[in-house]
């Protein structure tokens, strides 16, 4: 049972390049998130998605763009890659709204 | 927007002594679900709580939802090495809300 998987693990980007990070769950879950963690800042939501084909932008969605054409897929999409999204991405599923969130092993991003 | 704000931000303890992070929520919460994320690691579901007021362990963890579902408490009693790690609060603001919200986070150190 693989969970939820994100792919790279680690990615070194320069300015201005574009890049998906990629996430996928086996579980069969609605609700699905992408967080970035910076150091001391705790988990910021980017956007999030409670079905195949609708998404909702979080608390900071500037510089990035997701789909939900599966349920099972979640790609992050990152657009003329700037320093300040340096960051550990997080991507995040639950079956429901009030259920605990399954999170992958992270993708460590650095802008150059 | 919601806020969510824990303390301490950092804590160190002597091995066998209490810890205790406070979680508070600038709007009432529907839930509020703890997470442990350890160095290196991403964040594990620990528990969720829905009640006011409601109390539940695990162990040694300790767990506690405010009476007007604005805070929540962790308290670990006689730490171990094995408790180090951040640990995290997250919410859902009112029943409408889809976005989970999550804390700053408290660093815990155990010093053997």
């Known amino acids: 049972n693989a969970g939820v998987t994100q792919t790279p693990k680690f990615r070194i980007l320069k300015i201005g390049q574009s890049m998906t990070l990629q996430c996928a769950q086996d579980m069969n879950h609605n609700y699905m998130y992408w967080y970035r963690q910076d150091p001391g800042m705790g988990l910021k939501l980017i956007y999030y998605s409670v079905g195949a084909g609708i998404t909702d932008k979080g608390e900071v969605p500037n510089g990035y763009n997701v789909s939900r054409s599966t349920t099972e897929d979640f790609p992050l999409r990152l657009e003329l890659a700037a320093p300040s999204q340096t960051s550990v991405y997080f991507c995040a599923s639950s079956y429901a709204r009030n259920t605990e969130a399954f999170f992958g092993q992270g993708t460590r991003l650095t802008v150059v | 927007g919601q806020q969510v704000m824990q303390i301490p931000q950092y804590q160190h303890v002597q091995e066998g002594e209490d810890f205790t992070t406070y979680c508070n929520s600038s709007?009432?919460?529907?839930?509020i679900q703890w997470y442990k994320q350890r160095p290196g690691g991403h964040p594990v579901f620990l528990i969720q709580l829905v009640k006011s007021g409601e109390v539940k362990k695990q162990k040694r963890l300790t767990f506690q939802f405010g009476e007007a579902k604005k805070n929540s408490s962790l308290h670990i009693t006689a730490t171990q090495t094995t408790d180090v790690g951040t640990y995290f609060c997250?919410?859902?603001?009112?029943?409408?809300?889809?976005?989970?919200?999550f804390g700053k986070g408290t660093k815990l150190s155990v010093i053997p």
């Open positions: 997250a919410g859902h603001s009112g029943a409408g809300s889809y976005q989970l919200t």
């Open positions: 709007t009432t919460l529907s839930n």
